[in-house]
């Protein structure tokens, strides 16, 4: 009796044993899965189109892009104090601005400005939207001569000469650094040597 004792204690010593690692195989097989979707996801995200030559608002506001241009746009909090004083120095001036459709920082700061340009009630007639790829060229090399090193880059011109640019991001924001570049104040953007 005491030997069949001993062989049920061992076996069930044993079953718990399996029992164990009959858990941890399905927990190691749902971390893989969420590795795996992950990773699609990841790849989904890498296969929207990558837009380049001269565009317009719309093709950048539009399906596939909306997911990333209208949330953007409808959060930014202007600052409009602000934005009544850069309006009036907008008259004569010229907006290139160069970006790519790819990068986080043009998704970012690229519906920020149009949303601004909305505010302030200025149309988009005396603006260029060049989309580059991740290289930061266009088949066109519309870039050319431009020193495009990173993007968003915001160029502002007067009388057909650069005034100045605001690159990849703002130093405060865009509407305090586009009151310093109209006003003639001194600006460095960040690349700035």
Same mark, same amino acid.
Request: with cysteine.
């Given at each position: 009796?005491?030997?069949?004792? +001993?062989?049920?204690?061992?076996?069930?010593?044993?079953?718990?044993?399996?029992?164990?690692?009959?858990?941890?195989?399905?927990?190691?097989?749902?971390?893989?899965?969420?590795?795996?979707?992950?990773?699609?996801?990841?790849?989904?995200?890498?296969?929207?189109?990558? $837009?380049?030559?001269?565009?317009?608002?719309?093709?950048?506001?539009?399906?596939?892009?909306?997911?990333?241009?209208?949330?953007?746009?409808?959060?930014?909090?202007?600052?409009?104090?602000?934005?009544?004083?850069?309006?009036?120095?907008?008259?004569?001036? !010229?907006?290139?601005?160069?970006?790519?459709?790819?990068?986080?920082?043009?998704?970012? %700061?690229?519906?920020?400005?149009?949303?601004?340009?909305?505010?302030?009630?200025?149309?988009?007639?005396?603006?260029? $939207?060049?989309?580059?790829? %991740?290289?930061?060229?266009?088949?066109?090399?519309? %870039?050319?001569?431009? !020193?495009?090193?990173?993007?968003?880059?915001?160029?502002?011109?007067?009388?057909?000469?650069?005034? !100045?640019?605001?690159?990849?991001?703002?130093?405060?924001? $865009?509407?305090?650094?586009?009151?310093?570049?109209?006003?003639?104040?001194? +600006?460095?953007?960040?690349?700035?040597?």
């Amino acid at each position: 009796m005491k030997k069949l004792l +001993y062989i049920v204690v061992a076996l069930s010593f044993f079953a718990c044993k399996n029992e164990k690692k009959e858990i941890k195989i399905p927990t190691t097989e749902t971390t893989a899965t969420t590795e795996q979707t992950d990773s699609i996801a990841s790849e989904e995200e890498e296969k929207l189109p990558i $837009l380049t030559g001269i565009q317009t608002r719309a093709s950048i506001s539009a399906a596939p892009y909306d997911s990333w241009f209208s949330p953007t746009y409808a959060t930014y909090p202007a600052d409009k104090v602000t934005l009544d004083k850069v309006k009036p120095l907008l008259a004569d001036v !010229n907006v290139k601005i160069f970006m790519g459709t790819w990068c986080e920082d043009s998704q970012r %700061e690229v519906p920020h400005f149009y949303k601004l340009l909305d505010i302030m009630k200025v149309d988009d007639k005396s603006l260029e $939207l060049i989309t580059v790829d %991740e290289e930061k060229v266009t088949p066109e090399h519309l %870039e050319d001569g431009f !020193n495009i090193t990173n993007v968003p880059t915001f160029i502002f011109y007067r009388d057909g000469k650069e005034i !100045n640019r605001i690159v990849e991001s703002p130093i405060v924001s $865009l509407e305090e650094d586009m009151l310093s570049i109209l006003s003639g104040k001194e +600006y460095k953007h960040s690349y700035a040597e």
